[in-house]
């Protein structure tokens, strides 16, 4: 299957900045990306897809101005936490969409916001 | 996408097989049967997938009823490792997130 590298693993900021959190295929050209959420004790929640050259599709409740995602490569996607409050602590987690629809997903990203 | 329901949580011994259930009785034709799990704070893993055969792959076997309205994971012998929450998912053929209900938590006892 593919490699997914994500990247920070953890990260910890001060209420009002932002991050930006990396997501990378590493042996398949991913057209398409997903972002998801998971708050504790909660499965997690898709975010957004990610088309690599478009503009991103977000599910409903997810603010696109907040969670800005570009995808310029067939191997990379961003996520950027703007002006990120406490509310916005949580884990993050990219998946890659490969053949047969499966996902890969990269090991996460917990977001500790002060 | 069908809804799916399974138990919360599951023990086994580690050793034994472990057979996890999955009902999905408003599955439609088109629709696969994809399993992955997670382990605790990683990235979820993909397992396997079926439309209406069995498969087995490296990981486990994936068993699925002739009226495809219930399927059953099968970890032929489980460790340890295997302690994770394991998430049974209905889905059509397009490039669509994936909804993740509850799970079953299955709990490896040494």
């Known amino acids: 299957g593919a490699v997914v590298s994500q990247h920070p693993s953890w990260v910890i900021c001060k209420s009002g900045t932002s991050v930006k959190i990396e997501c990378r295929s590493l042996d398949f050209q991913a057209t398409t990306m997903f972002w998801y959420r998971q708050f504790p004790k909660q499965s997690l929640m898709l975010m957004a897809t990610?088309?690599?050259?478009?503009?991103?599709?977000?599910e409903q409740g997810v603010e696109k101005d907040k969670f800005l995602i570009n995808h310029a490569s067939l191997t990379l996607s961003t996520l950027t936490v703007t002006s990120a409050h406490p509310e916005d602590s949580s884990f993050y987690i990219c998946s890659v969409l490969a053949g047969k629809n499966i996902q890969y997903f990269g090991a996460g990203t917990r977001l500790s916001v002060l | 996408d069908a809804k799916t329901t399974q138990p919360p949580s599951m023990d086994c011994a580690e050793g034994r097989a472990a057979n996890l259930p999955c009902n999905h009785s408003t599955i439609s034709g088109n629709e696969y049967v994809y399993w992955y799990r997670q382990i605790h704070s990683q990235g979820p893993q993909y397992i396997i997938h079926g439309l209406k055969n069995n498969e087995t792959n490296e990981m486990a076997s994936l068993i699925i009823t002739e009226d495809r309205k219930s399927s059953t994971l099968i970890l032929p012998h489980a460790t340890l490792r295997d302690t994770a929450v394991y998430y049974c998912?209905?889905?059509?053929?397009?490039?669509?997130?994936?909804?993740f209900g509850k799970g079953t938590h299955l709990i490896i006892q040494p």
């Open positions: 998912i209905v889905m059509g053929g397009g490039a669509d997130g994936l909804t």
């Open positions: 990610s088309n690599e050259g478009s503009k991103a599709t977000y």
